[in-house]
């Protein structure tokens, strides 16, 4: 046991509690900083994909027209892949379009990380789900190459890096068509 008297040991606690908290307000403030710098790598690749916007109806008499201006996830995703700094890659984007931004651990972002963002926002935007949140119908397997191909991804790496989300399980290929798997969410 350590012969240390009880009020030194206290002072290197109290010492040590005072640099750890030191460490993760600096720790705090460089996540901020690189939150708020992601932040405008988003709002850079929204400038650029933009917003769709579909009349939703208008009144009885005529006067008022109502829209809604939705983003397209995939357009966004596509965007972001340019924009992000090296390093970060979109690991998911949220039915409410909220999206999920990751650092890889690496200084530059694996292309097939891209390529598989883009494909997954590509599912999410093409999924039809009901007001409970229930899955009412999933593009097709030609659909979502295709998008992705719009996109800017090459159709063999569009096609390849579908197998491999299969693979993962984080989509299923049946019939022609791209369901959401158990790990849709994770990737």
């Known amino acids: 046991?350590?012969?240390?008297?009880?009020?030194?040991?206290?002072?290197?606690?109290?010492?040590?509690?005072?640099?750890?908290?030191?460490?993760?307000r600096k720790r705090d403030e460089t996540a901020s900083a690189i939150a708020r710098r992601l932040a405008n790598s988003v709002s850079e690749a929204v400038e650029r994909a933009g917003a769709n916007v579909?009349?939703?109806?208008?009144?009885a008499d005529g006067h008022r027209f109502r829209f809604a201006a939705r983003l397209d996830r995939a357009a966004l995703v596509?965007?972001?892949?340019?924009?992000?700094?090296?390093?970060?890659v979109v690991s998911h984007v949220n039915t409410d379009g909220t999206l999920s931004i990751e650092w890889t651990g690496k200084d530059r972002t694996p292309s097939k990380r891209e390529r598989g963002a883009i494909l997954k926002a590509v599912i999410a935007e093409e999924l039809v789900v009901d007001d409970d949140g229930l899955i009412e119908d999933v593009p097709t397997r030609d659909r979502?190459?295709?998008?992705a191909v719009?996109?800017?991804?090459e159709e063999a790496d569009a096609t390849e890096r579908l197998r491999r989300l299969a693979t993962l399980d984080v989509v299923d290929l049946a019939d022609g068509r791209v369901y959401p798997d158990d790990n849709f969410s994770r990737y």
């Open 78 to 88: 596509a965007a972001l892949t340019e924009t992000l700094p090296d390093g970060f």
């Open 1 to 24: 046991m350590d012969e240390t008297p009880l009020h030194e040991r206290m002072e290197t606690h109290d010492a040590l509690a005072s640099e750890a908290a030191k460490a993760a």
């Open 144 to 147: 979502v190459i295709s998008r």
């Open 54 to 59: 579909e009349v939703t109806g208008r009144s």
């Open 150 to 153: 719009e996109l800017g991804v």
